[in-house]
């Protein structure tokens, strides 16, 4: 990526080294003070009306408020929530570079807030995330992790079966939903899209080169590979028969082979 490579030549001083850390430390931190006040929540959702009216710290902290539902007691879910961002994040900072690695939670934070400002805040920061752990799984593919400790999967196929519930959500939801999926995820595809497209040319290119090689290497199993110059024996009427190429280029079984052979290293068989 050209122009990311550049603008980091230029501004690269200007990156936050360990941004994962700090992002995990708002996310930590709203899960406390939500316990101690779980009103206080709603100061920091993205509500549209009250950013009109001033309250603009809502387009960025709506994006801290960690996930902590579902089936486990809330603090349960916070922790894996926290755990998951610092495993991935750490791993894209390793991965790409600080610098690299802030403009692409950047572009994700812009992209998400337009999204749900935009389609509905039930987004949340849900994309986000969903983007991040594409990106750690472009980069650490085949990297083993544990499903709560216990399951063992390997990064790459979950990554496989996010990106087909993104996709059958996209293709199963309303406009305003896929509208919000390429919103928040605009980050993913500015960064590896146009690697993503090479990579199926390139395996398509592949494809069809193999294709046009087994079809010239491919030889009628009626049609022998070997057959003396003198008698005409092939391996097919004569299976015991081996063969040799004489330094006249023409191939001779043993019994009519001339009496100066080619060097064995040239020798067929």
């Known amino acids: 990526?050209?122009?990311?490579?550049?603008?980091?030549?230029?501004?690269?001083?200007?990156?936050?080294?360990?941004?994962?850390?700090?992002?995990?430390?708002?996310?930590?931190?709203?899960?406390?003070?939500?316990?101690?006040?779980?009103?206080?929540?709603?100061?920091?959702?993205?509500?549209?009306?009250?950013?009109?009216?001033?309250?603009?710290?809502?387009?960025?902290?709506?994006?801290?408020?960690?996930?902590?539902?579902?089936?486990?007691?809330?603090?349960?879910?916070?922790?894996?929530?926290?755990?998951?961002?610092?495993?991935?994040?750490?791993?894209?900072?390793?991965?790409?570079?600080?610098?690299?690695?802030?403009?692409?939670?950047?572009?994700?934070?812009?992209?998400?807030?337009?999204?749900?400002?935009?389609?509905?805040?039930?987004?949340?920061?849900?994309?986000?995330?969903?983007?991040?752990?594409?990106?750690?799984?472009?980069?650490?593919?085949?990297l083993m992790i544990y499903l709560f400790f216990i399951l063992p999967v390997k990064v790459k196929w979950m990554a496989w079966f996010t990106a087909a519930m993104v996709l059958l959500g996209f293709v199963t939801g309303d406009w305003s939903y896929r509208g919000a999926v390429i919103a928040a995820l605009g980050n993913y595809l500015i960064f590896f899209g146009a690697e993503m497209v090479q990579e199926v040319r390139d395996r398509s290119e592949t494809q069809a080169r193999r294709k046009r090689f087994d079809a010239q290497a491919k030889i009628p199993d009626d049609e022998p590979m070997h057959q003396c110059a003198t008698c005409g024996k092939t391996e097919l009427k004569s299976p015991d028969l081996e063969f040799r190429v004489a330094r006249d280029g023409h191939e001779y079984c043993l019994e009519h082979l001339p009496k100066t052979p080619v060097p064995p290293h040239q020798q067929l068989s």
């Open 1 to 142: 990526m050209s122009w990311i490579t550049s603008a980091e030549s230029r501004f690269g001083h200007l990156a936050i080294p360990g941004l994962p850390r700090i992002i995990v430390g708002f996310n930590a931190l709203v899960f406390v003070l939500y316990k101690l006040n779980p009103p206080f929540l709603n100061q920091l959702t993205l509500d549209p009306a009250a950013v009109m009216n001033g309250e603009v710290w809502r387009l960025i902290t709506f994006l801290f408020i960690p996930s902590f539902g579902g089936f486990l007691p809330d603090w349960i879910g916070a922790a894996f929530y926290v755990l998951f961002l610092w495993f991935v994040g750490n791993g894209l900072e390793e991965a790409m570079g600080a610098f690299k690695m802030n403009v692409f939670y950047l572009l994700g934070m812009i992209g998400t807030t337009v999204a749900a400002l935009f389609f509905g805040g039930a987004f949340s920061n849900a994309m986000l995330n969903t983007s991040m752990f594409l990106a750690f799984a472009r980069f650490y593919p085949d």
